[in-house]
């Protein structure tokens, strides 16, 4: 591919690049390539020289054994990896890849049938998310379970299977991958709408990467569950892929994809888990569909830029780049693990969604600029307005010049902040950019070389997102996990007179003093009502009480309470006396929030 920034030198002659953005990225990926696929090679067992100890076919997540211990295979990790050397293998660009493959299927399928703190192979044991290098369980404490991983191992086991097919070879597919496919694809669609813990092993909830991933596992079987699965299966997992990915809309925001939903949580909810969703459920004959979250979808290129720019003022290395530019991204800005840094891979995602746009757009011959993707493409054009743009027309050349500059720039500032060997860690320091936390990632390594291959214009294997559509009626997806609140409220009343318990949110009754609660006097003075509240719905409320008509609000101000992380609380109040009487309904509207 020819290198196209200076282009956007031409592009962008009012922005000097920064000395620090290194120009030559074709030179850059041709060297560090090989350093990252050897570096990603180390860390399989049995013969990885960083590797010490791993079974075969066990993909270590990195050599490092302390701070962070990073010595195990989780099977996320494990399986994005394999799904780049089955994309390699199976488009016959590296055919040395077959052993290392069949040992991964065959440490999977070990794996699959070791009990765990999760459970066993028919208990909830396909969600746990890591093993000991030599294949057994491990049983410390840890964010479990995390259902993307049997998503994820099927998705590679898929494309594999799919291609052996077309190789004529069926036994191997169906007496040795099928059988693993069906039982984590089993888990999918009956646990799909179970909450658990998301890609970065923090939040317990629902979360937008693993959930495309198993829409996407779960139709991506379709066309071999005709061959190998009964019909009433096969039909209920693409019924499954269907509700999964209704469920998926409502994680928009109008602006971008929240990460995780279903939890307490005081986060943006922008984070490069939606960035990391979408380059995985890349497949160019989608064009650029917005349900699946195509890369070149106008939902996706919002949500890149949101993320990217919630990165910007965040690091201080960031501080040399303007505002249109690419910055180093980490992975959400709450993020204090290791003191919140940028981390490798996720900087490489925003690239790869970049290129991976620039596929389909070179595929399908045009672009088109909605109002939702409009400030995406202004950071190139300023004056773009929305309007399909054929590739003859030079407002679409302008585009793409200026969205390959962009993502070579997140390219570059992984080159920028390489130690001199090429080995990447997970994350790099926020203010020097020394690389920190475990060194040698395999996933990082993974991520560059996927970066590349999309550079490069290699699409990873079709899906079949263009066949998977909405259905007219959405099952629900995993609902927030609620608290019992008992409320109890301490107040000497005259005979005839109650209290009630009025709030901000519609289980307190919308402050209505018509329909606020009624509560119990069975241990007077003390009374109490029990309400069933979200956990971490923060909200207002006030005690009134009621005689012959008559409203009495306690004396300001509004109470204020969230919801805990709690099966059941309680909380206790002492009628708070006010001196003014207020006689109507309507002024209850006073004490709105
Ligand atoms: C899994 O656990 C259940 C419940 O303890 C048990 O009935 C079942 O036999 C176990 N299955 C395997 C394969 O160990
Ligand atoms: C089918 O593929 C498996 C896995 O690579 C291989 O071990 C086996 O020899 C193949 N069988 C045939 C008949 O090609
Ligand atoms: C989740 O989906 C499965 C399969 O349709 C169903 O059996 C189960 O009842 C659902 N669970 C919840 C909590 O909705
Ligand atoms: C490019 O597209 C714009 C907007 O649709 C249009 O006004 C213009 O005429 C096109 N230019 C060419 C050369 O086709």
């Known amino acids: 591919m020819l290198p196209f920034l200076p282009l956007l030198t031409f592009l962008l002659p009012s922005l000097s690049l920064p000395s620090s953005y290194t120009l030559d990225i074709p030179t850059f990926i041709t060297t560090e390539s090989p350093i990252a696929l050897s570096g990603l090679l180390a860390n399989i067992g049995p013969s990885g020289l960083k590797a010490e100890g791993a079974a075969s076919g066990v993909v270590i997540a990195s050599p490092s054994t302390e701070n962070p211990n990073y010595d195990y295979t989780w099977i996320r990790d494990a399986s994005l990896v394999s799904k780049l050397l089955v994309d390699r293998y199976t488009q016959g660009r590296d055919p040395s890849l077959q052993g290392i493959i069949d040992d991964w299927v065959s440490a999977m399928g070990i794996l699959q049938q070791v009990p765990n703190p999760s459970g066993n192979v028919s208990t909830g044991g396909l969600g746990e998310p890591k093993f000991n290098p030599d294949l057994t369980a491990f049983t410390g404490a840890w964010g479990r379970p995390q259902r993307d991983g049997p998503a994820l191992r099927a998705i590679s086991m898929l494309t594999y299977a799919t291609y052996l097919l077309g190789q004529g070879n069926t036994s191997y597919v169906r007496n040795t991958l099928w059988p693993m496919i069906t039982l984590d694809l089993g888990y999918v669609a009956q646990n799909w709408n179970m909450t658990g813990f998301d890609l970065w092993e923090e939040q317990d909830g629902s979360s937008f990467f693993t959930l495309l991933s198993q829409a996407r596992a779960l139709h991506q079987a379709a066309p071999l569950a005709q061959t190998y699965e009964d019909a009433s299966t096969a039909q209920m997992w693409e019924q499954q892929a269907g509700n999964i990915l209704c469920f998926l809309q409502s994680f928009w925001t109008g602006n971008y994809a929240l990460a995780n939903i279903n939890l307490p949580s005081s986060r943006s909810g922008l984070d490069t888990n939606t960035v990391l969703a979408s380059i995985h459920a890349f497949d160019i004959a989608a064009g650029c569909d917005s349900n699946t979250f ?300």
């Open 294 to 593: 195509q890369p070149c979808s106008d939902k996706a290129l919002a949500n890149h830029k949101a993320v990217v720019d919630s990165f910007r003022s965040l690091y201080s290395l960031n501080s040399q780049y303007g505002p249109d530019q690419s910055v180093a991204v980490g992975r959400y800005k709450e993020d204090v693990y290791y003191n919140g840094n940028p981390w490798y891979l996720t900087t490489l995602a925003c690239a790869e969604q970049l290129y991976s746009s620039l596929q389909t757009w070179t595929s399908q011959g045009y672009l088109t600029v909605t109002p939702l993707s409009q400030p995406f493409f202004a950071q190139f054009l300023p004056s773009i307005s929305s309007g399909t743009y054929a590739s003859s027309n030079e407002t679409y050349t302008q585009l793409v010049q200026g969205v390959q500059g962009m993502a070579d720039g997140f390219v570059s500032i992984v080159q920028q902040y390489l130690p001199s060997d090429g080995g990447l860690s997970e994350q790099f320091h926020k203010s020097s950019g020394t690389p920190t936390s475990a060194g040698d990632l395999t996933w990082s390594y993974a991520s560059f070389l996927s970066m590349a291959d999309s550079r490069a214009s290699l699409p990873p294997s079709s899906w079949g997102a263009q066949t998977l559509s909405l259905p007219s009626v959405c099952q629900p997806g995993p609902q927030p996990p609620q608290v019992q609140i008992t409320f109890v409220e301490s107040a000497t009343t005259q005979y005839g007179e109650n209290i009630y318990l009025t709030g901000s949110i519609p289980q307190l009754a919308d402050w209505s003093t018509t329909a606020a609660l009624p509560l119990g006097a069975a241990n007077y003075p003390d009374w109490s009502v029990t309400v069933q509240v979200p956990v971490g719905e923060s909200f207002q409320y006030k005690f009134i009480r009621i005689y012959n008509g008559q409203v009495t609000w306690e004396s300001d101000p509004n109470r204020q309470y969230t919801a805990p992380e709690s099966e059941e609380v309680t909380v206790d109040d002492t009628w708070r006396a006010s001196n003014v009487q207020y006689g109507t309904v309507a002024l209850a509207r006073t004490h709105d929030v």
